[in-house]
């Protein structure tokens, strides 16, 4: 059964930086796009960042410059780090597998004060 785990995320200030750590579990996913998506509140799910098999990057606008994602194959770890956090990013923050998607995770909440 697949599992993907999200954690690191918070409460900071506009300005301050996370990083979000996701762990997939049950199959590997180290050949295939992996992507994380946020969800604000009312909003659709979005893909903010993928990071392609052999770490190829593409950022919707809203992170471009300031969100970096990364993977480590060895641990089926995605990461994605995030700079000069405005209380726009507020939103729940997913990883899935983009080119085949499992069951979504729990999600783990950033919100960014003003």
């Known amino acids: 059964q697949v599992q993907l785990v999200e954690s690191g995320g918070g409460l900071v200030q506009a300005g301050g930086s996370l990083r979000l750590s996701c762990v997939a579990s049950g199959r590997s996913f180290s050949l295939y796009t992996m992507g994380w998506y946020r969800q604000g509140s009312g909003e659709q799910r979005e893909l903010v960042a993928s990071?392609?098999?052999?770490?190829?990057?593409n950022y919707a606008d809203s992170g471009k410059g300031r969100f970096t994602i990364s993977r480590d194959n060895a641990t089926n770890t995605v990461y994605l780090d995030m700079y000069r956090l405005k209380p726009e990013d507020t939103a729940g923050y997913y990883c899935n597998c983009v080119s085949f998607p499992a069951g979504w995770g729990q999600g783990t909440q950033v919100t960014v004060s003003s």
């Open positions: 990071i392609t098999a052999y770490g190829g990057t």
